[in-house]
């Protein structure tokens, strides 16, 4: 195995809730166990545990921010629940960082759709993948709530040339 640098250690016990479980409980085997290259090894021992987790913590909120006002129907249609199910999801899941907050956001309502979660506003899930996957283009048939009912539309998103994107819903009489 390649040892690995300060910075991919440290970001591994940020992002990595077991890891940084296992690294409060016992420091030394757990930088052993990561086979750290040595040098950066004396300065991840040397990170207080307390504030490693503070600062994992803090990552999260800022991740469960960012997801509320990208997806704002989805999370309002959750309510109280909203916080503990990002949480829980969080948990397993890190985006890669050059497109982090678009994808937590499309990964969370995926996750909560893929359990059949009604509350998932599907146009703004359409929306989030659209806009973390770069295509032109998109059309997709979704079911959402208009005014109070539960209704098809064909939903489609174009990208301008200048990178703004416009959508028109389509509602369908089914």
């Known amino acids: 195995m390649t040892d ?18 296992r690294f409060v409980a016992d420091r030394a085997h757990t930088v052993v166990s990561m086979c750290i290259r040595p040098g950066d090894d004396a300065q991840i021992l040397a990170l207080d545990p307390a504030g490693l987790v503070a600062q994992a913590a803090t990552l999260v ?8 006002e990208l997806i704002p129907v989805t999370w309002a249609n959750l309510g109280t629940s909203a916080r503990p199910m990002f949480l829980s999801y969080a948990e397993g899941e890190w ?30 899930l359409h929306r989030m993948e659209f806009l973390s996957r770069g295509t032109r283009w998109s059309v997709r048939l979704v079911a959402s709530v208009l005014r109070g009912r539960r209704r098809r539309s064909l939903d489609i998103l174009v990208r ?15």
């Open 160 to 174: 301008m040339p200048a990178g703004a994107v416009r959508g028109v819903s389509l509602y369908l009489g089914l």
């Open 95 to 124: 985006a890669p960082d050059a497109a982090r907050p678009l994808a937590d956001a499309a990964r969370f309502a995926r996750h909560l759709a893929s359990r059949g979660d009604a509350r998932v506003h599907l146009p703004e």
């Open 4 to 21: 690995i640098d300060f910075f991919e250690a440290f970001a591994r016990l940020l992002t990595d809730p077991t890891l940084r479980a």
């Open 61 to 68: 909120d800022k991740r469960l921010h960012e997801a509320s």
